[in-house]
C-alpha cells in the first residue's frame, strides 16, 4: 500500500534551516507529482510546495518563495523540503501528499517549531 514516512522536523531558532524528507513506497513515485502541506495549530492545512514528475516545475506559496526549495530523487523515491530563513509563522506540522487515482494519500506529518 501507498506510505510515507517523513524526517527532519525539530525545533530551530528563526533564521535558521532545516530539510524535511519524505520516503515513499507502494505506487510508482516517478509518474507523479507530490506535494508538501502544512498545518499550524487553530489553522487549515495549506499547500506549501509541488513539483511535477520529473521536476520541471516547481510551485509555493507565496509565504515561502526565495525561502524553501522543493526537491526530488525518484532513484530514491523521496521527496525534500530545504527550508532556510525560518520564521515562528512557519511552525507547522508539515505533510508530505501524492494524489493518486483522485485519492489523496498522506504521511503521518512531521513537527517543524521554530522559536527562540
Known amino acids: 500500500q501507498v506510505q510515507f514516512v517523513e524526517s527532519g522536523g525539530g525545533l530551530v531558532q528563526p533564521g535558521g534551516s532545516l530539510r524535511l524528507s519524505c520516503a515513499a513506497s507502494?505506487?510508482?513515485?516517478?509518474?507523479?507529482?507530490m506535494t508538501w502541506y502544512r498545518q499550524a495549530p487553530g489553522k487549515e492545512r495549506e499547500l506549501v510546495a509541488t513539483i511535477t514528475r520529473a521536476s520541471g516545475t516547481r510551485n509555493y506559496v507565496d509565504s515561502v518563495k526565495g525561502r524553501f526549495t522543493i526537491s526530488r530523487d525518484n532513484a530514491k523515491n523521496t521527496v525534500y523540503l530545504q527550508m532556510s530563513s525560518l520564521k515562528p509563522e512557519d511552525t507547522a506540522v508539515y505533510y508530505c501528499?501524492?494524489?493518486?487515482?483522485?485519492?489523496?494519500?498522506w504521511g503521518q506529518g512531521i513537527q517543524v517549531t521554530v522559536s527562540s
Open positions: 507502494g505506487f510508482t513515485f516517478s509518474n507523479y507529482p
Open positions: 501528499n501524492a494524489r493518486i487515482w483522485d485519492y489523496n494519500y
